[in-house]
């Protein structure tokens, strides 16, 4: 659940607290041994990246609270459910049922906590802190221990939170509370990273298997504060660099020593410049004011290695303040550009020669014309098609005979899945759980996911994959994203999170319409005719299909290129039956009938998934070729001719998300000359529904 975060106006009070100094010295044992025994008041935070890495500190952490007459609460977020960690708890503190059901052990979900009504109040989860204290305290208990992760936290509201953080980080320092807060580290940027430890006393962080304390730099001087800023970003693999007021580096990680060459011991103490080359020397200076008056500032700066070879990068520099809130020296990370453009440029270069040979040998004039009608018309015969585009009959069944022998396009029929029952729909993109495609393959993971009559559509390079799921309820989606998740675990990497778009709230359109691309592909002077999408009213019953309806419709899904008589033959069904048949589930939107291109064949280089916080309007960048929009959120698949072409709409986006104050979208890219496997099946999902016997 996604909840608005909202602030009060109120000031928290803490005059509950029990402000007993010689009790708040006694020292507690923390149950974590990097940490050790701990005071009460203590406030520290924990970066994790796995599953794992949560139960490694708050399992033995919550065992000691309990074994010390504690009250603890545990509140929990994605990637640990209430019940999973109730089962961890069980396995490491024996008899730890009686805790529970004695009181002094709770764990709920963040959703009956920070989002209690739907919202986030600062005022109401501070005073409801504090209410525990004195229930705890009242019942005979030492006092409280509590975690809470903050998985559910969405970024736009990243800085009320950190407010929070602040006030819980001044409210119990006089109160007997030990809290552990929880951060994704693969969620957090360099300057959420720096916020969530200027809000703690001490940080864990694991590097290199290890468990590190990283102490706040609030109590340390300004040089020490920049440093300790910076070697938490070590984990980071773009090159960070802080320096102080005067442009001297005084951190320089592993990212640096890689992306310049320079080892921290040949950078530290020299000024910022000596990483510019020698034309722009004082391009940093001159950045100076702009970044002390915005607060951060993100720029394209060139750079020189230690052996004299320039390059391109992203920089993004923000200033750092103490705790008085006086500037103290800037910290800027910067991404290496050089391997996306030379990228660029062979791609650029293929494309032209893909571009030469396309006109000189694969398509003529005619042939391009009848490719995009094909793909724009689908459902036209081909005299149709012939009075559609101006082309004779005979050259439009010669044109269409040769494309389809070839390959250049496959024919697929898509259900309606919401007019068959269907109520969800779930998208799941990311990295795979094992780099080689190999031992990938020796565990079954491509397969078992592929096999799966839920996933409808499924494509995947040796490190990335995309699916979508298709599911009559939320149970048989769970049961596979289950199976993920078990796979994600075994590595000690986080699962993707799965997007969830329930058919009744949400918009389909375009679903692979290749033919806007292939007339801006092929150059044609065509002017567009708008499409509709008709989807059931809302309260409509839907009537039910006929054995006989699902028959055929299962057969038309699975084998879309035969012709009535072919499918009347493997039914067993009349052919008078099976055209009128197809006839009415094409009219009642039970079925559409797509032509999808081969985009190897025509020297596309890149599909992109595309999640948005917003619904991409298509009247500033090029339509989607499938885009499904929910709500809040909106989910496109676009195809580019280069990466250039991906670059100037990612800018776009990037305006129409300042334009809206939105998070910026998030891209997952799949070089299609690097797609290993790819799956497109709607029949199999068919005949589940349908419980259907058939033997073809």
């Not at 545990?74 to 503190?93: F, G, L, N, R």
Request: hydrophobic share 40%; charged share 30%; with cysteine.
């Amino acid at each position: 659940m996604k909840g608005k975060i909202t602030k009060d106006k109120g000031n928290a009070t803490t005059t509950e607290c029990r402000k007993v100094e010689e009790v708040l010295r006694e020292t507690r044992k923390s149950g974590i041994n990097i940490i050790g025994n701990v005071l009460w008041g203590t406030h520290l935070c924990q970066f994790y990246r796995t599953k794992k890495d949560l139960i490694d500190i708050l399992v033995p952490y919550f065992k000691a609270g309990l074994e010390n007459n504690e009250f603890c609460m545990w509140v929990t977020s994605d990637p640990i459910s209430e019940e999973e960690a109730k089962e961890v708890m069980k396995k490491a503190v024996p008899n730890f049922n009686k805790y529970l059901k004695g009181g002094q052990m709770k764990i709920i979900p963040h959703t009956k906590w920070y989002l209690k009504g739907g919202s986030f109040n600062l005022l109401r989860v501070l005073n409801a802190w504090t209410n525990k204290l004195n229930q705890a305290l009242a019942k005979g208990y030492d006092g409280i221990r509590i975690t809470g992760n903050t998985a559910w936290l969405e970024k736009r509201d990243w800085r009320n939170f950190t407010d929070y953080e602040e006030e819980v980080n001044k409210a119990i320092g006089k109160c007997r509370m030990i809290v552990i807060c929880t951060y994704c580290l693969d969620k957090c940027g360099a300057s959420e990273i720096i916020d969530v430890v200027d809000n703690h006393q001490f940080a864990l962080i694991r590097r290199e298997g290890k468990w590190e304390v990283i102490k706040s730099g609030k109590s340390e001087k300004a040089e020490e504060q920049i440093h300790y800023q910076a070697s938490l970003l070590k984990n980071v693999n773009d090159s960070i660099i802080s320096v102080d007021m005067n442009g001297t580096i005084v951190y320089w990680n592993k990212g640096s020593e890689k992306m310049f060459g320079q080892k921290a011991e040949e950078a530290l103490g020299k000024h910022i410049s000596f990483i510019y080359p020698q034309k722009f020397k004082d391009l940093a200076s001159k950045k100076i004011k702009e970044i002390l008056q915005k607060g951060t500032l993100s720029y394209e700066a060139p750079g020189i290695r230690k052996d004299g070879t320039l390059f391109l990068r992203n920089v993004s520099v923000s200033v750092l303040k103490d705790d008085k809130g006086q500037s103290i020296g800037f910290i800027g990370i910067s991404t290496d550009l050089s391997q996306i453009k030379k990228l660029e440029k062979a791609k650029k270069v293929l494309t032209e020669k893909v571009a030469k040979l396309t006109k000189k040998i694969p398509l003529t004039q005619n042939e391009r014309l009848v490719f995009y009608g094909l793909v724009k018309y689908p459902l036209l015969n081909d005299l149709q098609l012939s009075e559609k585009i101006g082309v004779k009959r005979s050259t439009v069944t010669a044109i269409k005979n040769k494309l389809k022998k070839q390959g250049f396009y496959s024919t697929y029929i898509v259900p309606n899945f919401e007019l068959l029952g269907c109520e969800l729909m779930c998208i799941l993109a990311g990295k795979t759980p094992v780099e080689k495609n190999e031992e990938r393959r020796k565990l079954g993971i491509i397969e078992k996911v592929m096999n799966s009559p839920e996933v409808v559509f499924d494509i995947g390079t040796d490190n990335d994959f995309l699916s979508l799921i298709i599911s009559k309820n939320f149970v048989e989606v769970k049961k596979l994203l289950d199976f993920v998740s078990a796979i994600y675990d075994k590595h000690n990497m986080n699962a993707p999170n799965p997007l969830y778009f329930p058919f009744a709230t949400t918009k389909v359109m375009n679903f692979l319409n290749f033919s806007t691309l292939l007339k801006d592909l092929f150059d044609l002077d065509i002017k567009e005719e708008s499409e509709k999408h008709t989807k059931p009213a809302k309260g409509k019953l839907i009537r039910m299909l006929t054995v006989n309806e699902k028959i055929i419709l299962y057969a038309l899904v699975k084998y879309p290129d035969l012709n009535d008589t072919e499918i009347a033959r493997i039914t067993k069904i009349s052919r008078q039956t099976v055209s009128q048949t197809k006839k009415s589930l094409l009219k009642e939107n039970f079925l559409n009938v797509t032509n999808i291109p081969d985009m190897k064949r025509l020297g596309l280089e890149l599909l992109v998934l595309c999640h948005s916080k917003f619904n991409i309007d298509s009247e500033y960048i090029n339509p989607p070729l499938w885009m499904v929009a929910g709500e809040r959120e909106s989910l496109s698949i676009f195809i580019f001719k280069n990466y250039t072409e991906y670059r100037t709409m990612h800018n776009k986006l990037n305006e129409i998300k300042e334009k809206l104050s939105m998070p910026e979208s998030v891209m997952s890219l799949f070089p299609i000359e690097q797609i290993k496997f790819q799956k497109m099946d709607f029949a199999s999902i068919i005949k589940k529904i349908f419980d259907l016997k058939t033997s073809f």
